[in-house]
T-cell receptor, first 114, second 117 residues
Framework: AAGVIQSPRHLIKEKRETATLKCYPI?????VYWYQQGPGQDPQFLIS???????DKGSIPDRFSAQQFSDYHSELNMSSLELGDSALYFC?????????????FGEGSWLTVV | GENVEQHPSTLSVQEGDSAVIKCTYS??????FPWYKQELGKGPQLIID?????GEKKDQRIAVTLNKTAKHFSLHITETQPEDSAVYFC????????????????FGKGTHLIIQP
């Protein structure tokens, strides 16, 4: 079965640079989530989109922004990168339905800021 | 907002024995409780989930129980095998059933499960 696809898998950026991560949800899924996971930490919810509109916001820094496009893929844009932004970034997707939504995660994008 | 506590942080069991991981949550509006298994460098893999209209759910060697009154839920793994070794996360969220999108999951801090051969 198709899973959540994230790209790139690894990314190295310098401080103050900008990075963009892409996410392709499972086909037919209408909701996309972004999470950040630091080393040894639990995933922290950043932001979610339902039908191309922002539906919930977590601990996303003001330097970060995201959007969901007409084909349901999503991009997370990170500007003025800091060393502390180094983490594994996960995208997840779900399909809202009367039985509730089961959330599936991608394999993540490793961001290293040097 | 929601707060999820998970215990223990590390659990070591002999192969073949059972493992139990417990979580509590704070927000009575939460009604969806998934469990994820995460191997090093990989994404969280959903292994089982339960919704608030169900008290217990089982899938082969894995079971989850939910006590909404006490706001706690537990993962039970029986007949543990070496490949069960990983970090396990519990999570909670409210689920909007129609037209409103979905809130993000709040995760517990994770349990490092070690299966001793």
């Amino acid at each position: 079965a198709a899973g959540v696809i994230q790209s790139p898998r690894h990314l190295i950026k310098e401080k103050r640079e900008t990075a963009t991560l892409k996410c392709y949800p499972i086909p037919r899924h209408d909701t996309v989530y972004w999470y950040q996971q630091g080393p040894g930490q639990d995933p922290q919810f950043l932001i979610s989109f339902y039908e191309k509109m922002q539906s919930d916001k977590g601990s996303i820094p003001d330097r970060f922004s995201a959007q969901q496009f007409s084909d349901y893929h999503s991009e997370l844009n990170m500007s003025s990168l800091e060393l502390g932004d180094s983490a594994l970034y996960f995208c997840a997707s779900s399909l809202e339905g009367d039985s509730g939504n089961t959330i599936y995660f991608g394999e993540g994008s490793w961001l290293t800021v040097v | 907002g929601e707060n999820v506590e998970q215990h223990p942080s590390t659990l070591s069991v002999q192969e073949g024995d059972s493992a139990v991981i417990k979580c509590t949550y704070s927000d009575s509006a939460s009604n969806y409780f998934p469990w994820y298994k995460q191997e090093l460098g990989k994404g969280p893999q959903l292994i089982i989930d339960i919704r608030s209209n169900v008290g217990e759910k089982k899938d082969q060697r894995i079971a989850v129980t939910l006590n909404k009154t006490a706001k706690h839920f537990s993962l039970h793994i029986t007949e543990t095998q070496p490949e069960d070794s990983a970090v396990y996360f519990c999570a909670a969220s409210p689920v909007v059933y129609s037209g409103g999108g979905a809130d993000g999951l709040t995760f517990g801090k994770g349990t490092h499960l070690i299966i001793q051969p």
